[in-house]
């Protein structure tokens, strides 16, 4: 069992940034693939990331890609989402996700995730 706790949303204005942290519970946290996903009101869990658990590699969402970066420290258990240049359409609350077993691949579908956090709120001013 993995536990997950986001943390580092708030209220920014459009063009700055925010950190999103993950920390996860469990011995095991370097074998999982690790995602980020949002939600905007009235709309589905979207993707934004993912990071394999080596962190060797990542992927991106169009809408994020040379803003946003995924990373993760398994040393301390975490996982980490750095937002540059926010824009109001980043607004949304924000969820990390762990997938066991994971290879070496990524999973940019939520169902593919096993582990889920309560999300954070990020919410970007114009």
């Known amino acids: 069992q993995v536990q997950l706790v986001e943390s580092g949303g708030g209220l920014v204005q459009a063009g700055g940034s925010l950190r999103l942290s993950c920390a996860a519970s469990?011995?095991?946290?370097?074998?999982?693939?690790m995602g980020w996903f949002r939600q905007a009101p009235g709309k589905e869990r979207a993707f934004v990331a993912a990071?394999?658990?080596?962190?060797?590699?990542?992927s991106y969402a169009n809408s994020v890609k040379g803003r946003f970066t995924i990373s993760r420290d398994n040393a301390k258990n975490t996982v980490y989402l750095q937002m540059n240049s926010l824009k109001p359409e980043d607004t949304a609350v924000y969820y990390c996700?762990?997938?066991?077993?994971?290879?070496?691949?990524?999973?940019?579908?939520?169902?593919?995730?096993?582990?889920w956090g309560q999300g954070t709120q990020v919410t970007v001013s114009s």
């Open positions: 469990g011995r095991t946290f370097s074998s999982y693939a």
């Open positions: 996700a762990a997938k066991a077993y994971s290879g070496g691949a990524i999973y940019p579908s939520p169902n593919e995730y096993n582990y």
């Open positions: 990071i394999t658990w080596s962190g060797r590699s990542t």
